[in-house]
């Protein structure tokens, strides 16, 4: 018999937590189901050396409880992965989450049974869940890529990935050492194993756009400081593109001097991280202010890496700059004057195979004891598409999105009912703060759960004309900015066959809470609402039938 409840939650990350608290005070019965075992998704599967937050850790983190956030002391202006993992564990410790939350349990399959109107989750380990709602806090960047690199199953030495690192560690000291992949991942472990290794060739087909983190200690005053106006500040970040506060530049630099410019840069450029996404309102959308941004980065790398050759291998010509996830670093571009370190750019010399002592590329081989894999994710849609849910009449998920990856404001997938997604396409997730991003989506759902149970509604469906116009105006925000130019997992560029389309929303946040405010403000018009009773009937009429 499978086990009943109102809602299953899908993943034990910052969403799914978020989901279990919300929705058990607001009286539901609540599962969440967790692959893996432990909690913390995205930041109990990334143990990499130097994984770290990009977004400061006052922001990065819940906003849902003034004493959580009060109670609280981050160490760093950017949070270390083990960091984020105690807070989890302290937030699902202090809330009580950990009796609703089975571990050790992938989501196999979840198909909606119209005649219930419920969900019937499979899991791997065996038990069976049945629930009115399926709410899927899956992640964006959950489902890491292994490249079809010919001989990798043969190679002779260790395989690590960055996504999926060994709960020890690994020690590095004395092997040689080489990784494939340069994006947030990839610039964060390469110093750090830089340190370590006799020998890292790094293997780089695309040079990114590497932003200094400066990262630092929090003064305890700063922290007060902040902790004084916290709720103020919360509120004022939901105001900005991106659910964070971070010196947004509202003075366009198309109409600036080079010099004007060149100043914004480099104040951006000391300041550190994201903040040189919002030098210009303009940046993202004016060919020449991004390409003035580029040329900033390109000398920066100039001023830093010593050998030129080495200099100019490193530096991004192929895309604008945020077309690809800006990355944010500790020392990344430094550690090339480092002697024990060489770049192998596949631009110069493709890759060709993986062979037991190494990495052959077209002109050599470059012998190593460990690889290591930082290439990526199934972004956005992959963990989805895995489970690959059943709805109305047996339609698969995964069939929908091989067209076009297409929602309801993130939320929701017309021929999908009762079935929600946190943080999906469609949504501005993960050009944003993701934490206070799920929050919103979380509420959302709590509210809309509770509407149909005030109401007498069993099940709420996004109406597919609904879905096309929002899926109209995704792809209008993003054709308004250079954004999809780059080959991105932001257009699933990195996954053969996936079809391409920006997918996250990029007219920003507060219009987003807008067009979500204004969805449940209109009685969910945007949505097909199935009353209990006519459930109830159909439930019977087809037990009658049997
Ligand atoms: P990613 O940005 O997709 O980078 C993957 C890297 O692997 C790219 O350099 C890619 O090259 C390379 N690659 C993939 N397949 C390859 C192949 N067959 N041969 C050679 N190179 C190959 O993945 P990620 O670094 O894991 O980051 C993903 C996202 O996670 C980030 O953008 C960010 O949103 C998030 N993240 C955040 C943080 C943080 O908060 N600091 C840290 C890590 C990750 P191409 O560019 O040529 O495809």
């Known amino acids: 018999m499978p086990m009943t409840f109102d809602a299953i939650v899908v993943g034990a990350g910052f969403a799914g937590l978020y989901a279990l608290y919300r929705l058990r005070a607001r009286g539901y019965t609540v599962c969440v189901l967790e692959a893996e075992a432990g909690i913390g998704g995205t930041w109990y ?26 109670a609280w002391t981050w160490t760093e202006r950017y949070a270390s992965q083990p960091e984020i993992l105690r807070y989890i564990r302290y937030v699902a410790d202090r809330f009580d989450l950990h009796r609703d939350i089975r571990l050790n349990a992938r989501v196999t399959a979840a198909t909606f049974d119209e005649n219930r109107c419920r969900w ?30 010919p001989g990798l199953a043969a190679f002779a030495g260790d395989l690590y990935r960055t996504a999926d690192w060994p709960h020890d560690g690994v020690d590095f000291s004395g092997r040689r050492v080489g990784i494939v992949g340069t994006g947030s991942s990839g610039i964060q472990t390469i110093p750090i194993v830089a340190r370590a290794a006799d020998r890292l060739t790094v293997f780089q087909r695309t040079a990114n756009y590497v932003i200094p983190a400066h990262n630092r200690p929090l003064a305890p005053a700063e922290q007060a400081e902040w902790k004084r106006n916290y709720e103020a500040r919360r509120a004022a970040a939901r105001r900005t593109r991106n659910n964070a506060l971070m010196e947004h530049n509202s003075r366009p630099g ?5 010099a004007e410019r060149e100043e914004i840069f480099e104040a951006r450029w000391r300041l550190g991280g994201l903040t040189f996404s919002y030098g210009f309102p303009d940046q993202a959308t004016d060919r020449r202010v991004n390409e003035a941004a580029a040329d900033f980065v390109r000398r920066k790398i100039a001023g830093t890496v010593r050998d030129p050759e080495t200099a100019r291998k490193l530096m991004p010509r192929d895309h604008p700059v945020g077309s690809k996830r800006l990355c944010v670093d500790t020392g990344y571009f430094e550690t090339f004057n480092r002697p024990n370190v060489r770049l192998v750019d596949l631009r110069d010399e493709p890759l060709l195979a993986v062979e037991p002592e190494g990495v052959r590329t077209e002109r050599a081989l470059y012998p190593l004891d460990a690889l290591i894999l930082a290439t990526g994710f199934d972004a956005m849609t992959g963990a989805l598409r895995r489970i690959d849910p059943k709805g109305r009449g047996g339609r698969s998920l995964s069939e929908k999105w091989n067209v076009r990856p297409s929602t309801l404001l993130g939320l929701a997938v017309a021929g999908f009912p009762n079935l929600f997604i946190v943080t999906g396409p469609g949504s501005p997730s993960v050009l944003s703060n993701m934490v206070t991003s799920a929050e919103q989506n979380v509420d959302w759902i709590a509210d809309c759960l509770d509407y149909l149970r005030a109401n007498g509604f069993a099940a709420i469906e996004a109406r597919q004309e609904a879905e096309d116009a929002w899926f109209g105006e995704v792809a209008a925000a993003s054709a308004r900015t250079l954004l999809p130019e780059g080959d991105s997992w932001y257009v699933g560029a990195n996954v053969p066959g996936k079809p391409r389309v920006y997918m996250p929303y990029l007219g920003g946040v507060p219009a987003y809470l807008d067009a979500c405010g204004k969805a449940a403000a209109d009685d969910y018009c945007a949505f097909a609402l199935t009353p209990a009773d006519a459930a109830a009937g159909e439930a019977r009429a087809a037990s009658e039938a049997v």
């Open 254 to 258: 198309a109409g600036m001097t080079p």
């Open 45 to 70: 599967r990334n143990r990499y050396p130097g994984a770290r937050c990009d977004i400061e850790s006052l922001q990065y983190s819940y906003s849902f409880s003034d004493e959580v956030q009060q």
């Open 120 to 149: 019937a989750i499979e899991t791997e380990a065996g038990p069976c869940y049945d629930a009115a709602f399926c709410i899927m806090a899956t992640g964006c960047l959950s489902i890491p890529i292994v490249p079809e690199i």
